[in-house]
């Protein structure tokens, strides 16, 4: 199977992957030549998700503009 483009890929299907190459450079167990090729397409699967996260953002931020009874509001996540 061939590899997508990271521009491709959803957002879900990037971070997925990147977390696996996250854990496959852990483990400790390739060569020198596979991490540099999988260190590269964690960066681009990176800097796709984070232009993809950026044009969601500016997308809620243009329809929260156009709704004027509502405001953005930082997200609080669950602390605990």
């Known amino acids: 199977m061939a590899t997508k483009k990271p521009d491709n890929l959803s957002f879900e299907e990037a971070m997925a992957e990147l977390e696996g190459i996250v854990q496959s450079m852990e483990q400790g ?3 020198l030549e596979q991490s540099l090729k ?3 397409r964690g960066i681009a ?15 809620v931020s243009i329809l929260m503009a156009n ?7 930082p997200f609080q ?4």
């Open 29 to 31: 167990t390739l060569t």
């Open 45 to 59: 699967l990176a800097n796709s998700s984070s232009n993809k996260l950026q044009q969601a953002e500016q997308k």
């Open 77 to 80: 996540g669950d602390v605990e």
């Open 38 to 40: 999988q260190f590269e």
């Open 67 to 73: 709704d004027s009874q509502s405001s953005a509001v």
